[in-house]
Each structure stands twice: as structure tokens, then as C-alpha cells.
């Protein structure tokens, strides 16, 4: 029996297990069977897409590509199935709207079947800079699939082609995409919108030696593609419906070693053994995860270790995390990214914002369900650090936004969805969720997200939703001012205030200091990489330069080789003006893309007319090594 995912919601997420793989329901018929006109449940309005879903929706993606390092360009041809409205356009002919952006389209091609393709028209209207263009496919009354002949160009925003010497092997270059949140459609033709679910395979030919890996079933399995002994051919296979930004492509020297029954890491030959320690807790976090929110429904969960020009700390693509190199410290202090990105199995993954504006569905969500996890698997301790340290951060960035930036549910209309990515969605939307659970008690919070996650499962919500779903099945929380949370600035007086009683004894170290105690007294032979983020967060802000001597002669900080850790201090350091720090200040951003460490050191750096100087010299070193996401980011805060 195959089974819409329309209906998942009524009759729970069924799943079975055919080959090692988590199959759900629709995926039991093949892609190409077709389908007839239909009505097709309505999607939100989404201001970020060119595309006409509630027309026609593409419902699967086919793609076979060739990965060209030598041209940059991504070469080949996307199918799309299509699921049609009963009712017709104006004109009496249907047409497909797709989202593009800096693709150079060869031709477009109609079938009704899935196996005869014949021309068809097509047209590709206006560039917008934010939205890009979109293509337009007019269809007949039989068509039910369309083929793209396409390729990416070297600009395109969400690849990011690595020269060898930026890996670490220093001799196959790597190519890696980032399609959240709107730039799948600078690699891929499609509707790119996270309301649009779709299944997807794919063919992808890579440089004989190298492998590609997908956020998908396939990882690693390989053939000689036919008639060429210079490439290999890599098969992927997703037969859950996924939003547009969730697909994900890798090539690269890559290795891979297992960490659990259903976990493992890839990522170059000298850093696999070292990331598979590090993330070698990762199957404990699932039985963790499966224990409080029901079962993990994506088969395996691998990482992916990417070169440090990666822009984010890590991307929850499903069954297969991307993550950056600068979380692998040696001593697991920084693994809390592993509980984020897992717990986006959950929230995110299985159950997605329906638009960009309702990102906090996301990201609340999953900050919460990692706080949870982290508890369960190290101890209320660290969660409780990580807990101050996100509220640190959301006060920090309230003073900085304006009050229409302050609200969950924020108005993206006619901006890039990007500039919303930053930290009030995941700590404000975190912080929600706790009232929620304090309020409700946490068993019955428990027992209410599970089905939460099961009701919605495979679906693509909006905030209305949610809070209808708050009024109706959580109405022990009935005293939580949810319209507040939501759709108002800055922080409801009742919100919890995060606390850490090891914070405490850190605050208490700098105090002793500041009061002529020698820092070779202080006990911090024992601090976790938490205690010292927050011992140099609590530092006074009128230290003058000796006293910023002192603590590096004590501690090393301008040598730290810890990401968090060093970028604390170097942003200190640039604030104070500190220049035994500038040369580490330059080597880290030429070395390392993550947005979170690069664009608050390049603003710090822009607010003085030397540090300006210096930031554009840094960047003209580093722009070529950073992601289009970093580099965008980058080009906004030095004007």
C-alpha cells in the first residue's frame, strides 16, 4: 500500500525497513508512475519563491550531474515530477514556475510518462537580486514530468569550489553546497520553497579517486559510470519528502569510519580517526533522542567533516550532517553541534517551517531539543552553561535589533531570508519552549512534543499552526503568554532566566582577580571550554593593556587552539586594542569561513578607522577561501 504524506498526519508515519533503509510510504511506487489532476492542499503564501505550488507542485526531483572542477560548474539535467490542481490557469494551459538563480538553462523537455521527452517552450524571466529568476514551463493537459538541461556558473551562491591547498590534504580540491536558506535554486531548478517537499535521487559523476556523499541513501557505494574510466558514478536515493534546502551535495578525498550500528563520520584521511572520536557519542544521543521524542525514522545518521571554510557550524541535512572542522577540540567540549544537528531530525528535518518567516520552528525547537539531549548524555551542568551562554548572546543581540527583528515570527517580506538566520530564533524560541515546559511540568511537555513531532510528521508548518496546536493539546500551559513569545519585541517579563552555578564559580575567579589575586591561583585546571567562553565574557570592559598581557602570559589565549575559546579573546583583543593579538586575528580569518566567528570579528574590526584598513586587507586576502554565504555577509559589514 503506498500512502500520501497529505495523510501522514491522520494515520501516523509508517515506516518500514526494506534494505537498510527507512522507507516511508509514498516511496514504495516508483517516481515515474505519474499522477493525475488533483486537489492539491493549499500552501502558505511565500514571498520568497517565483514558484505556483498550488498549481503545480513538483513532488520529486531526479538529477544527473557531472561535477566539472576544471569549469566550476555543476552540468547536467534535473526531471521534476509533478503533481497538478484540478482546476486550469486563465488561459486554459497550465505552465510550472520554477526558482533559479544564476543558472544557465540549454533546454526544457515534457513527457507524460516519465520515459518520452520531447521539447518544450520555456521562458526565464527577470533577475532579482534577493529571488533570482524564474523559469517558466508551459505544460500540456497530458504533461506530467519536465526535464531541465541546465548548468550552475562559478558564482553560483550555494557552491563553494575548494582549491587543495585550502583542504587538508592539501591535494584534491573539494566541492561542497549550502542550500539553506533560498540558495538550492543556484544549483538546482526547482521550487524552492520549504513548504515544497520532495523526494529526490540522483546520479552525480565525480573525478575518478574522489567521492560524493548526499544527504541521502547511497553514501558510498560507487561504479565507473559508463564508458568513461576518468569518472565514477555515485547513486542517491531520498524517499522522504524533504524541503528544497535540506538537499545536499559533497565531493571531496574523502574516508569513512563507523562509530555505531547506524552512525559514522566521513571526512578526509588525516581527520577521520580524530572526528570519530570526537562525535563518538553520537548513537548514545540518538537512544537519548528516541527515548523522549519516538523513534529516529531517517535509517542512518553520519557526519560529514568539511573544510573550515565551511560557513556554518553545521547543516542538519538528512542522514548526513555537514559539520565544520573547528568543533573537533580534542575533548568532546564542543559536541553540543552533534545534539543541535541530530535533534533537527525531529524539529526541522521531520517537521519543517512552512516559510522563512516561521524559522523559529526550526531553530527554537531544536535549540531546546539539543539542551535536553545534552543533559541526558553530560549532565545538567553543561546543559545549564550552554543555556547562560545562548542567553548571554540573545541580550547581546537585543540591544542590537530593532523591534520588528525581535519576533519570532518575523516579517521577511522583500528581504533575503538570511538576515533572519542569526541567534534570536534559536535562543528566544528555546527560551519559549522552556516556559511552555515549566508551566505544563516536563512529562507532560515530553509526552506533547512527541506527538507534536508525529501529528506533523514529513510537513511543513506555519506558527498558526503551532499555536493552534499549543491551545488545543497543551492546556496545562494555558498561563504562558504564547502571542507575546511570538509576535512581540524583545522578552515576555516571565521568562525564564538561565543559571549556572559553575558560571558562578568562574564569576567569582574574576572578581578575586580584578582585586589583586594572582591568576596563577586560580583553580581553572579543571575549566571546560564553557567556563572559559564565560570567564573572558566576564572580564570588565575597561581593561587596559597590561592586564590584557597578563591574562596571555597566564593563559595563552593569542596561541588558544580552541575556535570558541580563541574567538572570544580575539574579539576582546580587537576591542582593547591589543596588538600582540592582530597577527592570530589575521590567521584566523583567512583560515576559517564559520559566519558565527567571521562576521562579528570583521564589525568589530569596522568600527575604527584602522581597524576598517585592517578588516579590508584581511578580506582581500580571504574572500577567495570564504563561502558566497561568508562572503556576502562579509561585503555588508564593510559596506
Not at 514571498?47 to 566539472?68: A, G, T
Not at 593579538?581 to 574590526?605: H, N, Q, S, T
Amino acid at each position: 500500500m503506498c500512502l500520501n504524506p497529505r495523510h501522514w498526519s491522520q494515520i501516523g508515519a509508517w515506516i518500514v525497513v526494506l534494505s537498510g533503509l527507512m522507507v516511508a510510504g509514498p516511496a514504495c511506487s516508483s517516481w515515474k508512475s505519474g499522477s493525475q489532476k488533483k486537489s492539491l492542499v493549499p500552501l502558505p503564501e511565500d514571498p520568497h519563491s517565483y514558484s505556483n505550488p498550488n498549481q503545480v507542485r513538483v513532488r520529486h526531483v531526479d538529477l544527473d550531474l557531472d561535477v566539472r572542477f576544471e569549469s566550476r560548474v555543476l552540468r547536467g539535467t534535473a526531471t521534476l515530477a509533478l503533481d497538478r490542481s484540478e482546476g486550469q490557469s486563465p488561459s486554459g494551459l497550465d505552465s510550472v514556475v520554477l526558482d533559479t538563480r544564476d543558472i544557465t538553462i540549454d533546454q526544457a523537455e515534457a513527457s507524460a510518462d516519465g520515459g518520452r521527452f520531447s521539447p518544450a517552450r520555456f521562458s526565464l524571466g527577470t533577475a532579482d537580486a534577493i529571488l533570482g529568476a524564474p523559469l517558466t514551463i508551459p505544460l500540456e493537459p497530458s504533461t506530467r514530468f519536465v526535464r531541465v538541461h541546465y548548468a550552475t556558473t562559478p558564482k553560483a551562491s550555494a557552491v563553494q569550489w575548494v582549491e587543495p591547498v585550502q583542504t587538508a590534504g592539501k591535494e584534491h580540491p573539494f566541492l561542497f553546497t549550502q542550500s539553506q536558506a533560498i540558495h538550492a535554486r543556484s544549483w538546482i531548478p526547482l521550487q524552492d520553497s520549504p513548504g515544497v517537499r520532495v523526494t529526490y535521487t540522483a546520479n552525480i559523476r565525480v573525478p575518478s579517486g574522489l567521492w560524493a556523499v548526499m544527504s541521502a541513501a547511497g553514501n558510498p557505494t560507487s561504479n565507473v559510470a559508463p564508458g568513461n574510466q576518468d569518472r565514477t558514478e555515485f547513486r542517491f536515493r531520498m524517499d522522504h519528502a524533504v524541503p528544497p534546502y535540506l538537499l545536499a551535495l559533497a565531493v571531496g578525498d574523502l574516508r569513512f569510519q563507523s562509530m555505531g550500528k547506524r552512525t559514522g563520520v566521513y571526512a578526509e584521511p588525516s581527520m577521520v580517526q580524530a572526528a570519530a572520536w570526537e562525535f563518538a557519542d553520537t548513537e548514545k544521543m540518538i537512544e537519548t533522542s528516541e527515548s523522549i521524542y519516538g523513534p529516529y525514522r531517517w535509517g542512518r545518521y553520519d557526519l560529514l567533516v568539511l573544510p573550515p571554510s565551511f560557513p556554518f557550524g553545521g547543516m542538519e541535512n538528512p542522514m548526513l550532517t555537514f559539520a565544520t572542522p573547528t568543533v573537533i577540540a580534542g575533548d568532546r567540549s564542543l559536541v553540543s553541534l552533534v545534539a543541535h544537528e541530530l535533534a533537527h531530525s525531529w524539529s526541522g528535518n521531520l517537521v519543517s517551517n512552512a516559510t522563512w518567516s516561521d524559522f523559529w520552528l526550526n531553530e527554537g525547537f531544536t535549540t531546546y531539543v539539543e539542551r535536553r539531549i545534552v543533559e541526558a548524555v553530560y549532565g545538567k551542568e553543561r546543559a545549564d552553561m550552554l543555556a547562560v551562554l545562548g542567553w548571554q548572546e540573545l541580550n547581546e543581540l537585543l540591544n542590537r535589533l530593532p523591534p520588528a527583528d525581535q519576533v519570532l515570527h518575523i516579517n521577511l517580506n522583500g528581504r533575503d531570508p538570511d538576515e533572519g538566520m542569526n541567534e534570536l530564533p534559536y535562543e528566544k524560541g528555546a527560551l519559549f519552549l522552556k516556559q511552555l515546559e515549566e508551566s505544563a511540568g516536563r512529562s507532560a511537555f515530553d509526552a506533547f512534543l512527541r506527538s507534536y513531532f508525529d501529528h506533523f510528521a514529513f510537513q511543513s508548518i506555519t506558527t498558526a499552526d503551532f499555536v493552534e496546536y499549543v491551545r488545543e493539546y497543551l492546556p496545562q500551559a494555558g498561563a504562558v503568554p504564547v502571542q507575546t513569545w511570538v509576535y512581540e519585541p524583545g522578552m515576555p517579563p516571565s521568562a525564564p532566566t538561565p543559571h549556572s552555578e559553575a558560571f558562578d564559580r568562574v564569576e567569582q575567579g574574576v572578581r578575586l582577580w580584578i582585586e589583586g589575586f594572582p591568576l596563577s591561583q586560580l583553580k581553572t585546571e579543571t575549566w571546560s571550554t564553557q567556563e572559559w567562553q564565560h570567564f573572558l565574557r566576564s572580564l570588565p570592559a575597561d581593561l587596559n593593556l597590561d592586564q590584557m598581557h597578563e591574562l596571555d602570559r597566564a593563559f595563552h589565549f593569542t596561541e588558544e587552539k580552541n575556535s570558541e575559546i580563541a574567538f572570544q579573546w580575539l574579539l576582546m583583543s580587537i576591542r582593547r586594542r591589543y596588538r600582540p593579538a592582530y597577527p592570530k586575528v589575521e590567521d584566523f580569518l583567512v583560515r576559517i569561513g564559520r559566519r558565527k566567528f567571521v562576521r562579528p570579528l570583521f564589525e568589530e574590526l569596522a568600527k575604527t578607522p584602522e581597524g576598517q584598513r585592517m578588516a579590508l586587507s584581511i578580506f582581500e586576502k580571504a574572500r577567495a577561501g570564504y563561502h558566497p554565504i561568508t562572503a556576502a555577509s562579509v561585503e555588508a559589514v564593510l559596506k
